[in-house]
């Protein structure tokens, strides 16, 4: 079978734009990278169920003055056109993450330099407009990183459809309510320790529980979330890195297996790929660290049926594979050194 991948990319270098590459599962082999949308710096892409292809970018003017928001693809055909309302950008740098809400028809993004996270409506006839802005607040984390202001990472929705945002500089975890216009409304934050760095989240609906990365701390917190009071609240926390690791490592992306029981971290630094196990009520335990066999891991995702992870390495411009055993929950490497330019998301197409 061939599954299909869209990889976000940075455009210091090698890189034009938004590529997508090939898994062909039976020969267990990456394949067929193809640019497939120019911009410059489209780092995250989101999907909606329409195949419309949203990825964040930069905009130049003649006098190199920047502006940020992002541009839109139509993915239902192989050359990828421009939608008619093909690029935003009303944000003062390009933003850090985006995501699609299909049932209320808008776009989210959270821009780390601008300390802001928006909200786009989408129209019926495709047109989006900003739908709210809100700009993070609270005390800056004592990290060389943390101090010129709040970094909103990571913005998405939780299983009960509030807003989740995810803000580094100020160690904060913060939560929205959303109505269909695309206005938020506070709900609750959760403050973490001083320096913690957090940078993305994901959610195990079952257990009742959150797994939020943080990037400066190389660490990974097990919270517990009340969804009828909106609440998240901090249960323990677990190192990605070995103990005696002394050089630059930032955590990065994060995955949870479908059944919940295992946790998957990239390290940038120490170069791997942390595999936590979790039990019936959300609790972690490192099982394997194991080498994503290039430069600074940004992003990996599963195969549809999980089976395998892709994992890219934005300094060595290469893509990793892995079979992944659903028992066990540890990876085995398969096939190393695929050429991908400068690469920081992975997307599994829809």
């Not at 139509?74 to 056109?81: I, L, N, T």
């Not at 994901?202 to 969804?227: H, M, P, R, T, W």
């Not at 990239?266 to 394997?288: H, M, W």
Request: aromatic content about 8%; overall charge negative; hydrophobic content about 35%.
């Amino acid at each position: 079978m061939i599954e299909k991948y869209l990889i976000g990319t940075y455009t210091r270098r090698l890189s034009q734009g938004v590529y997508q590459l090939e898994l062909d599962t039976v020969r267990q082999k990456l394949q067929h990278l193809q640019l497939v949308g120019k911009a410059i710096d489209p780092t995250y892409v989101a999907e909606s169920n329409a195949k419309r292809i949203y990825a964040i970018t930069k905009v130049k003017d003649q006098a190199d003055n920047v502006t940020g928001g992002f541009k839109e693809w139509d993915g239902r055909s192989d050359d990828f056109p421009l939608a008619d309302q093909a690029v935003i950008h009303d944000q003062e740098t390009s933003p850090a993450y985006i995501a699609v809400d299909e049932a209320r028809h808008l776009v989210f993004t959270a821009n780390y330099h601008a300390g802001t996270v928006c909200t786009y409506k989408i129209a019926d006839d495709g047109a989006i407009t900003r739908a709210d802005r809100i700009m993070d607040k609270g005390t800056l984390g004592f990290r060389p990183e943390q101090q010129d202001g709040p970094h909103p990472h990571y913005i998405n929705l939780t299983p009960d459809n509030r807003v989740v945002v995810v803000d580094l500089g100020v160690d904060k975890v913060y939560l929205y309510d959303l109505d269909n216009s695309g206005k938020l409304t506070p709900v609750s934050e959760l403050q973490m320790e001083d320096g913690y760095g957090p940078r993305h989240i994901a959610f195990d609906e079952q257990k009742g529980v959150a797994y939020l990365v943080g990037e400066l701390s190389s660490n990974l917190a097990v919270l517990d979330y009340d969804e009828k009071a909106g609440k998240l609240t901090l249960r323990c926390i677990s190192s990605t890195i070995p103990d005696d690791w002394t050089e630059h490592n930032g955590a990065a992306a994060i995955r949870i297996s479908k059944d919940g029981r295992f946790v998957y971290v990239s390290n940038r630094g120490n170069n791997t790929i942390a595999v936590f196990s979790s039990d019936e009520k959300g609790n972690i335990q490192l099982i394997q660290r194991i080498s994503t066999e290039g430069d600074f891991p940004r992003d990996f995702n599963f195969s549809d049926d999980e089976s395998f992870v892709i994992c890219v390495n934005q300094n060595s411009d290469n893509g990793t594979l892995y079979t992944r055993n659903a028992q066990s929950g540890k990876l085995t490497l398969v096939q190393k050194d695929f050429q991908v330019p400068e690469p920081v998301s992975v997307l599994r197409r829809k």
